[in-house]
T-cell receptor, first 112, second 114 residues
Framework: QKEVEQNSGPLSVPEGAIASLNCTYS??????FFWYRQYSGKSPELIMS????GDKEDGRFTAQLNKASQYVSLLIRDSQPSDSATYLC????????????FGAGTILRVKS | KAGVTQTPRYLIKTRGQQVTLSCSPI?????VSWYQQTPGQGLQFLFE???????NKGNFPGRFSGRQFSNSRSEMNVSTLELGDSALYLC?????????????FGPGTRLTVT
């Protein structure tokens, strides 16, 4: 079983819609959760971090964490064509210091 | 504040050669982690350095090594290159080792082994 799983997509949404990206993880002692956005040919860019159960909002982005279900999601409201990218979910386990375990990423395509 | 910088950005090497990649973290950041990204395996953790000491290591052969200097700059070395080492090598810096500290990636070094 993979440690961090994401649907590879592509997830296609029309411009202005809400894009919902999901991620599940297997390690119950996972402490910190991150969403990165990666454009083709570029390096990952941190867009959200979340550490406790519930929702965390930042502009058009909302991260949701449910540790009991081992589930973290990212909602993008009012999706724009510029949001088209690969979204990577990453999990950090305290005992491994700064090691991030990444999912394979979900390709998001926003159609104008 | 300047971001993470990596040099060189592109590199072409031949099988059997060795290569050294360099990473300068964000000013004030003391932890540097290295990752390998390939289309088949995705992003995989290589190792982390904090206070000039390797703190964590991923599942890579001993041909992959690194070090960190007193100014937090880090280098990664790959010896006896293999075709499968062709990848994007990413460096990420963080303030420290607390779980809540975020990691910021540099632009990466694209290594091609022929």
């Amino acid at each position: 079983q993979k440690e961090v799983e994401q649907n590879s997509g592509p997830l296609s949404v029309p411009e202005g819609a809400i894009a919902s990206l999901n991620c599940t993880y297997s390690d119950r002692v996972s402490q910190s959760f991150f969403w990165y956005r990666q454009y083709s040919g570029k390096s990952p860019e941190l867009i959200m971090s979340i550490y406790s159960n519930g929702d965390k909002e930042d502009g058009r982005f909302t991260a949701q964490l449910n540790k009991a279900s081992q589930y973290v999601s990212l909602l993008i409201r009012d999706s724009q064509p510029s949001d088209s990218a690969t979204y990577l979910c990453a999990v950090k386990v305290l005992e491994y210091g700064n090691k991030l375990v990444f999912g394979a990423g979900t390709i998001l395509r926003v159609k104008s | 504040k300047a971001g993470v910088t990596q040099t060189p950005r592109y590199l072409i090497k031949t099988r059997g050669q060795q290569v050294t990649l360099s990473c300068s973290p964000i000013s004030g950041h003391r932890s540097v982690s290295w990752y390998q990204q390939t289309p088949g395996q995705g992003l995989q953790f290589l190792f982390e350095y904090f206070s000039e000491t390797q703190r964590n290591k991923g599942n890579f052969p001993g041909r992959f090594s690194g070090r960190q200097f007193s100014n937090s700059r880090s280098e990664m070395n790959v010896s006896t290159l293999e075709l499968g080492d062709s990848a994007l090598y990413l460096c990420a810096s963080s303030l420290g080792q607390m779980s809540s500290y975020e990691q910021y990636f540099g632009p990466g070094t694209r290594l091609t082994v022929t």
